[in-house]
């Protein structure tokens, strides 16, 4: 079946230091990647996607490529701040009838002053 | 207009208890979705409503639970004969297509004691 791998966490950096945060999936054909966030105390919410390979999703400062090769997502960002600190989770899913998503376990990124 | 809104909040129900958990989605939204979401971990896949076709339920963890959207607008969550192991977070999301965007409610968390 489909799966979504993250990394372990949590991460806690300073603030502007450069993030990464690992995804690698599995899937049959090539479904559409996506990053979620959820900051405290609310909802889930889009921060990226992308539909195909090397596609290059961004928003807010941060970036993921889709790459087939190594069947990654990774999300990065060159200078975090302290808004940025949250539960990130990496997902796939399949356009059709029924794209339901497939979820990371999420990982807590905090960042210092 | 107004976001997916999920309620209650929270619920707490004593082991054998039924509950009801009710998502509005947004509106115009032709499908809909539920995910649980256990403590640490990423959201997983219960059920899946065309307008007020179950098109999929194939996540839902056993025949306690059930899901309805008889209007084709807000969907019902009912868990029968609650156990601990049902403590979770219940997530609603909700698209104009299956293949749009998810638009995720901001949870309803459930604890059975």
């Known amino acids: 079946g489909n799966s979504v791998t993250q990394m372990e966490g949590p991460v806690t950096l300073s603030e502007e230091a450069f993030l990464t945060i690992n995804c690698t999936y599995t899937a049959t054909g090539y479904p559409s990647l996506f990053w979620y966030v959820q900051y405290p105390g609310e909802g889930l919410q889009l921060l990226l996607k992308a539909t195909k390979a090397d596609d290059k999703g961004s928003n807010k400062g941060f970036e993921a490529t889709y790459r087939k090769e190594t069947t990654s997502f990774h999300l990065e960002k060159g200078s975090v701040q302290v808004s940025d600190s949250a539960v990130y989770f990496c997902?796939?899913?399949?356009?059709?009838?029924?794209?339901?998503?497939?979820f990371g376990k999420g990982i807590t990124l905090s960042v210092r002053p | 207009g107004a976001g997916v809104s999920q309620s209650p909040r929270y619920k707490v129900a004593k082991r054998g208890q039924d509950v009801a958990l009710r998502c509005d989605p947004i509106s115009g939204h032709v499908s809909l979705f539920w995910y649980q979401q256990a403590l640490g971990q990423g959201p997983e896949f219960l059920t899946y409503?065309?307008?007020?076709?179950?098109?999929?339920k194939s996540g839902l963890p056993s025949d306690r639970f059930f899901a309805e959207r008889p209007e084709g607008s807000v969907s019902t969550l009912k868990i029968q004969r609650t156990q601990q192991e049902d403590s979770a977070v219940y997530l609603c999301a909700s698209s104009l297509r299956a293949e749009n965007i998810q638009y995720f409610g901001a949870g309803t968390r459930l604890s059975v004691l």
């Open positions: 997902a796939s899913s399949y356009t059709g009838a029924n794209s339901k998503l497939t």
């Open positions: 409503f065309q307008n007020e076709a179950q098109l999929d």
